[in-house]
């Protein structure tokens, strides 16, 4: 299994309610295709570099899973297809990458605590 993760803006139209809504679906989604889903944050309202369909900002979400390669294929595919996400990105990590989301997610739960 590799190590992915993902990062998708939401229109800036929806409300809370709505944008839990669409995340929960794609972690859904992740676990019918038996992923492990490592982490998942909300990174909230931010204003975009540039605007998007006329829209000046999302809601960022990032989630970070373990999975077959064959996943990527089917959740950009549902990506696509939802008109509620604006912009998407999956990466595989690599060795490196995977320590530092370790170490940024520590990082974070200490800033909280």
Not at 55 to 84: C, H, P, Q, S, W
Request: charge should be positive; hydrophobic fraction near 40%; include cysteine.
């Amino acid at each position: 299994m590799n190590n992915y993760e993902t990062v998708f803006i939401l229109t800036p139209v929806l409300s809370e309610a709505q944008v839990e809504e669409a995340v929960t679906k794609y972690v859904d989604l992740l676990k019918e295709k038996n992923c492990e889903i490592v982490t998942r944050e909300n990174w909230g309202l931010k204003k975009l570099a540039y605007p998007i369909q006329l829209k000046k900002n999302g809601f960022y979400t990032l989630i970070e899973f373990k999975g077959e390669g064959t996943v990527v294929a089917d959740l950009e595919l549902a990506f696509k297809r939802d008109e509620r996400v604006i912009r998407y990105l999956t990466t595989k990590l690599d060795k490196h990458a995977v320590e530092y989301a370790v170490t940024r997610r520590t990082k974070i739960k200490a800033s909280r605590a």
